[in-house]
């Protein structure tokens, strides 16, 4: 199953990088910026990470919490939050659930190599749980820019 734009977001619990446990639905009434990367301190995750970061009071401006989520460990997470002061939530996805039910959990195909791993993507949530803008294969240059863009016009 993926998920569309219109759609409910899915119920499942899921651990944060602090060891929470929290679900899509305990952020109702706030939009949500949720996405997907594939791996904690590589280049191209890192600077996703900084623009949201950078960003972050402009989100919380327009109620929006971002959420970040990658396959990667707890302890990876709280070393990549703490290494560049991240203010937002990171979602531990070591089984590809949640990328699964949001259908971001993909065979990557290099040269030398095939993997699964998080396509690079952002979903938009409004305050009632539904997806209202899916951002998929994102070119991280000026990606923030845009998610924010899209809050300002057609979320309040």
């Known amino acids: ?65 971002i959420i970040g989520v990658s396959p990667d460990s707890a302890e990876s997470h709280q070393t990549f939050k703490e290494k560049h002061d991240l203010p937002f939530t990171l979602i531990v996805d070591e089984d590809h659930q949640l990328a699964e039910s949001f259908g971001v959990w993909k065979l990557k195909k290099k040269p030398d190599k095939q993997y699964w791993g998080n396509e690079r993507s ?12 899916i951002f998929r294969d994102v070119k991280v240059d000026g990606h923030t820019e845009e998610a924010l863009q899209f809050i300002k016009e057609n979320l309040d």
């Open 1 to 65: 199953m993926t998920i569309e734009v219109g759609q409910s977001v899915p119920e499942m619990q899921c651990k944060t990088s602090e060891g929470e446990s929290v679900k899509l639905s305990d952020y109702q009434g706030e939009n949500v910026v949720l996405y997907f990367y594939p791996k904690d301190s590589t280049p191209g995750c890192t600077t996703e990470a900084c623009d949201f970061r950078d960003n972050h009071k402009s989100f919380k401006d327009l109620n929006a919490t």
């Open 122 to 133: 952002t979903f938009i949530i409004d305050k009632n749980g539904i997806v209202q803008k």
